[in-house]
């Protein structure tokens, strides 16, 4: 008789996922994403332009709509572009202090991932996976990963 076995418990709750799919949870989600998007934009001091192609190339006209009344649904995209984001502002101020938190994302950068642009320009030029991989990076550094 061969003996059985078998993975050790974590002791650790598992992640429950977001289904983004779900609109019910879009819904619960959309306005508390924008309002840390937007605190996000101030505290990075991004210019409008920036803030907008950070969205997925949001018109002028919709992003001030947005400012002014984030009540609304997100669609999967921009939530998830937001939360990557979100992440990325957290993992800073984890990594640092608050003024070089907000400051990093203008600052050019030698890692090579963004081969001496700024963060910010390898996320407005790279879009969604440029936004992953910095997130991705951050969380490294911060041993989340």
Do not use: C
């Not at 992003?63 to 990557?84: A, F, G, H, M």
Request: glycine share 8%.
């Amino acid at each position: 008789m061969h003996p059985t076995y078998a993975y050790p418990k974590s002791r650790f709750e598992p992640t429950v996922l977001v289904d983004l799919n779900a609109k019910a949870e879009r819904e619960r989600l959309s306005k508390s994403a924008l309002k840390g998007f937007f605190r996000l934009v101030a505290a990075w001091n991004l210019r409008d332009d920036d803030a907008r192609e950070l969205l997925g190339g949001l018109s002028s006209s919709a992003y001030y709509e947005w400012k002014k009344n984030p009540e609304r649904v997100l669609e999967v995209d921009r939530i998830t572009r937001i939360s990557y984001l979100l992440g990325i502002y957290k993992a800073l101020h984890i990594l640092y202090g608050d003024k070089l938190a907000d400051e990093w994302v203008s600052l050019p950068n030698t890692n090579q991932i963004f081969g001496g642009r700024t963060p910010l320009a390898h996320m407005l030029g790279g879009g969604l996976l440029a936004m992953q991989t910095t997130r991705q990076l951050l969380d490294a550094r911060r041993g989340g990963l």
